[in-house]
C-alpha cells in the first residue's frame, strides 16, 4: 500500500484584524523533506499511526507539506497559493498512491477562496486519480462543503469539545481508509443540515449523550463514521452552519436518514448546547462574590484559539477596576511587554504597558506598575498529549492605584490558555490564586477543571463575541438560528 501524508490547517476568523501570512504557517511547517511532524498535536498522531502501519504491515508512507498556522484572519492569498501548490507537488512526486490522507480543519478561509479544504481535496483527487482512496481528518469546528463531500471517500471529525480524541480520530480515519483501499467498505455519505449557529460543549449534557450516541452507531454497524461538524460562527462564508456527516458502508439510504435523525436531536437542543456566558459586568459581581476559590473565568471573546488577537485588555481591566486581588490571567500577548520584560531582568520593577495594542477588540492597554517575577526563554503549556510553545514569555505582578492586584503571564508566541502549566511553569502559584483568567472558550476546560469546578465563561465584547447576533455578518445563510427568530425546524424532514 502507497500511502501519502500531509496538510495545511487552520481556522479562520473573518472578523478578527490579523492576517494569516507566511510567516504564521512559519511556526509550525513541516516541509516534506524535514523532520517528521511528531510534536505537532494535529499532524502528530497521524504520523506516528502511519509509522506504525509501515512496520506492522509493510506500508510505504511518504510525507507532504504540514503546516498549521494558530487561528487568525482571512489566510492571504500569497501564503494560500504557495502553501497549496508546495503540498499538490509533493503529491505529485509521490505518484501513484492508493491513499491520500490529509490533516485539515475544515475552517480555512482565503483571500479569494472561501473553500480552501474543498479546493485542496479537488486537486489531489485531480492528481491521484478515481480510484486513489482520499481521505481527511477534520476539526469539529470546520465549515463542511458539498464540495469537500463529493472530492473525498471519507472525512473523520473529533467528536469532542475540548478536542481530547484526535489520536482515536486519526487511528480511526487510517482504519477506514485501510478498509476502503483494501475492497472490504465502500463509502457513501449524506450530510444534514442542524439550521442553527451555536458552539457546542460535548463536556456537558445534552451534547455527552449525542456525542455518546454517535460512538454507538459507529460500534454498532448503523455507520461507518459519524461526524458532527459544529461549524465556527466567526467564519462569515456561506458554507457556515452545524451539519452532521453520516457514512455508511454502502447505503446512502441509511446515511441520510441517521444524519437526519441526529441533526433534529441536535436542532432541538438549540440554546442549550453549550454553558451559559456572562456579560463582563456579571463576571465581575461573581469574581466578587466569597464562595469556592478559586473562579475561573474563560475569557472567550479574546480567545486566540478562535482568531482573536489575545492581547485584549477589557475583562482583566474591570477585575481591576473593582479593586480585586489575587488574580491570575494569561496568556496575554504582547511581544513588546515581554521584550521590555526580559530588558529589564527578573525582580525588576518597571513602567509596563500591557495589551490593547491588535485591533479595537483588544480594548485599550493597560499602564501599570509590573515587577517581573519570572522568565522563560521557550516556554510551553499542555494540551493533550503535546506541548504548546508560548515563546518567550515573562509573568509579572502587577498594581493598580486603586490597590488591585494581578499576576499575568505575558507571552511572545499567540496562542489560547490549555493548561494550568501556562501559569505554574510560570512560577505563579495557583494554591493561593482566587480568580483564574484564561484566554480560551473551552479547550481549557480538559485541564482547569481539575482546579476548580466554579467555572463561568464571558461572552464579550471582543473579536470572538459569543452572541452571534451581535457579529457583523454579511455573507452567511440567515436562515440560520438564533440569526432568524422563526423556531421551526427549517429541514426536509
Ligand atoms: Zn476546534
Known amino acids: 500500500m502507497r500511502v501519502f501524508y500531509g496538510g495545511i490547517a487552520t481556522e479562520t476568523n473573518t472578523f478578527s484584524p490579523l492576517p494569516t501570512g507566511k510567516q504564521a504557517f512559519g511556526e509550525s511547517r513541516y516541509p516534506a523533506a524535514g523532520p517528521a511532524p511528531v510534536d505537532s498535536f494535529l499532524y502528530g498522531p497521524l504520523s506516528v499511526e502511519l509509522d506504525r502501519r509501515s512496520a506492522a504491515s509493510g506500508w510505504t508512507v511518504m510525507r507532504g507539506l504540514c503546516a498549521f498556522a494558530q487561528p487568525g484572519g482571512r489566510t492571504t492569498r500569497a501564503a494560500w497559493t504557495s502553501l497549496r501548490d508546495e503540498l499538490l507537488a509533493d503529491l505529485q512526486n509521490a505518484l501513484p498512491v492508493d491513499i491520500v490522507l490529509l490533516g485539515l480543519h475544515g475552517a480555512m478561509v482565503a483571500d479569494g477562496c472561501d473553500d480552501c479544504e474543498g479546493e485542496l481535496l479537488r486537486e489531489a483527487r485531480r492528481l491521484a486519480g478515481p480510484d486513489a482512496i482520499i481521505g481527511a481528518s477534520l476539526d469539529p469546528h470546520g465549515l463542511l462543503s458539498d464540495q469537500m463531500v463529493t472530492e473525498a471517500d471519507i472525512l ?267 501559569f505554574t511553569s510560570m512560577g505563579i502559584r495557583l494554591e493561593t490564586a482566587k480568580r483564574v483568567l484564561v484566554k480560551s472558550s473551552h479547550h481549557f476546560h480538559a485541564d482547569f477543571s481539575l482546579l476548580s469546578q466554579r467555572i463561568v465563561y464571558v461572552h464579550g465584547p471582543g473579536t470572538m463575541n459569543l452572541d452571534v447576533r451581535s457579529l457583523p455578518y454579511r455573507r452567511v445563510n440567515r436562515e440560520l438560528w438564533p440569526l432568524c427568530d422563526d423556531d421551526r425546524m427549517k429541514l426536509d424532514t
Not at 162 to 186: F, K, M, Y
Not at 289 to 308: K, M, Y
Not at 356 to 379: H, I, R, Y
Not at 398 to 404: H, K, L, V
Request: glycine share 10%.
Open 156 to 422: 473523520v471529525s473529533y467528536k469532542e469539545y475540548p478536542h481530547t480524541d484526535i489520536e482515536e480520530t486519526v487511528v480511526q480515519l487510517v482504519e477506514l481508509c485501510s478498509r476502503i483501499a483494501s475492497g472490504e467498505a465502500n463509502p457513501v455519505s449524506a450530510v444534514h443540515d442542524c439550521g442553527m449557529l451555536a458552539l457546542f460543549h460535548t463536556t456537558r449534557e445534552p451534547m455527552r449523550q449525542i456525542v455518546a450516541d454517535m460512538r454507538a452507531a459507529e460500534a454498532s454497524g448503523r455507520a461507518l463514521n459519524v461526524s458532527f461538524m459544529h461549524s465556527f460562527p466567526w467564519a462569515d462564508v456561506p458554507d457556515a452552519g452545524a451539519k452532521v456527516l453520516v457514512t455508511h458502508d454502502g447505503d446512502l439510504l441509511s446515511a441520510e436518514t441517521l444524519a437526519r435523525e441526529f441533526a433534529a436531536r441536535i436542532h432541538a437542543c438549540r440554546g442549550n448546547t453549550s454553558a451559559p456566558a456572562l456579560s463582563v459586568s456579571e463576571a465581575v459581581e461573581e469574581a466578587r462574590r466569597e464562595v469556592g476559590w478559586p473562579l475561573i473565568i474563560a475569557e472567550a471573546a479574546d480567545n486566540p484559539g478562535g482568531g482573536a488577537a489575545g492581547d485584549g485588555t477589557i475583562l482583566l481591566r474591570a477585575l481591576l477596576d473593582a479593586g480585586l486581588r489575587d488574580i491570575v490571567a494569561g496568556p496575554m500577548w504582547d511581544p513588546v511587554a515581554v521584550s521590555l520584560c526580559f530588558e529589564a531582568g527578573e525582580g525588576a520593577c518597571i513602567p509596563l504597558r500591557i495589551g490593547g495594542k491588535a485591533g479595537a477588540g483588544s480594548g485599550l492597554p493597560l499602564d501599570v506598575e509590573a515587577t517581573v517575577q519570572q522568565l522563560v526563554v521557550d516556554a510551553a503549556q499542555s494540551f493533550v498529549a503535546t506541548k504548546v510553545p508560548m515563546g518567550a514569555s515573562a509573568a509579572v505582578g502587577i498594581r493598580f492605584a486603586n490597590g488591585a492586584r494581578a499576576q499575568v503571564v505575558l507571552v511572545s508566541r499567540r496562542g489560547q490558555g490549555f493548561g494550568r502549566d501556562l
